[in-house]
């Protein structure tokens, strides 16, 4: 059975004129929801609404018990961005076995602009040791390069599902 367990139902925070990285949208998991079998299922789009020249655009997707600190699961690279381009990320996580630190393979892709407008697959792999007892946090951050008013992205979609 496949459910619903976190959709974004607003545009995420906008990350604007700054360098740090900044979580655009978050959820969590539970302590002990993490279970051997259970599948999850992580979708998310964020958007370039304003641009700068040529300065570039980082989007990761991070796992762990801190959101902004957590594991890089996957990530665009540093792309030169155009206004309203967009970067998709679609990963799975498969819990092979729980206690207090969990193995969970997360495997997947993160598609972002390439040049003239192709887009670029980047794969997304990693074995993940999640401590089953506390809050873990799958959190989309951004990073621009280059700090100014004119740099402005969002993230407009967040979904998790479960398969269970």
Same mark, same amino acid.
């Given at each position: 059975m496949t459910r619903p367990i976190y959709v974004l139902? &607003?545009?995420?925070?906008?990350? !604007?004129?700054?360098?740090?990285e900044t979580v655009l949208a978050s959820t969590s998991l539970a302590p002990y929801s993490i279970q051997p079998g259970k599948v999850y299922h992580v979708r998310a789009a964020v958007i370039a609404t304003a641009t700068?020249?040529?300065?570039?655009?980082?989007?990761?997707?991070?796992? *762990?018990?801190?959101?902004l600190?957590?594991? $890089?699961?996957? !990530?665009? *690279?540093? $792309?030169?961005?155009?206004n309203s381009d967009v970067v998709t990320l679609q990963v799975e996580f498969v819990v092979r076995d729980a206690d207090s630190s969990s193995v969970?393979?997360?495997?997947?892709? $993160?598609? &972002?602009?390439g040049a003239e407008g192709t887009a670029t697959l980047r794969v997304a792999f990693e074995s993940l040791a999640l401590d089953n007892a506390v809050t873990q946090y799958i959190a989309i951050t951004g990073q621009w390069s280059a700090a100014s008013?004119?740099? !402005?992205?969002?993230?407009?979609?967040?979904t998790v599902l479960e398969t269970v």
């Open positions: 139902t &607003a545009a995420g925070t906008a990350l !604007s004129n700054s360098t740090d700068n020249s040529t300065d570039t655009l980082t989007v990761r997707l991070r796992v *762990g018990s801190v959101a600190t957590g594991t $890089v699961v996957g !990530s665009s *690279g540093a $792309v030169d961005v155009a969970v393979l997360a495997h997947g892709a $993160v598609s &972002a602009p008013a004119s740099n !402005s992205c969002r993230c407009d979609a967040l």
